[in-house]
């Protein structure tokens, strides 16, 4: 099995920064793309950002040129660099990994959930 603990959210001012950060560990060797989604309150789970095994990335629109995705496959953690931060960022931030790697277009599902880290910017 694989476990993912997110850290890293908190309370920050629109336009600051934030890096979430997701541990995994145990059967990390099954992983082969990350994701971090988001849930803001009301709203559906959503695609943040995704990365391959081998570092091809993808975003949603509304983070494209602001949010970073990248992974230490050293130290099995994934991240994500968060700059200009907007009210609407504000969301419960979940780290995800799945078996199946991501290829353009398609988003893998994923297997591995994390129990979230909570964003929230104010205006």
């Known amino acids: 099995q694989v476990q993912l603990v997110e850290s890293g959210g908190g309370l920050v001012q629109a336009g600051g920064s934030l890096r979430l950060s997701c541990a995994a560990s145990g059967s990390t060797f099954s992983i082969n793309s990350m994701s971090w989604y988001r849930q803001a309150r009301g709203n559906k789970r959503e695609l943040v950002a995704i990365?391959?095994?081998?570092?091809?990335?993808y975003y949603a629109n509304a983070v494209k040129g602001r949010f970073t995705i990248s992974r230490d496959r050293a130290k099995n953690t994934l991240y994500l660099q968060m700059n200009s931060l907007k009210p609407e960022d504000t969301a419960m931030y979940y780290c995800?990994?799945?078996?199946?790697?991501?290829?353009?277009?398609?988003?893998?599902?994923?297997?591995?959930w994390g129990k979230g880290t909570r964003v929230t910017v104010s205006s």
């Open positions: 995800a990994g799945g078996n199946s790697d991501y290829k353009s277009p398609v988003i893998p599902r994923m297997n591995y």
């Open positions: 990365i391959s095994s081998g570092g091809s990335t």
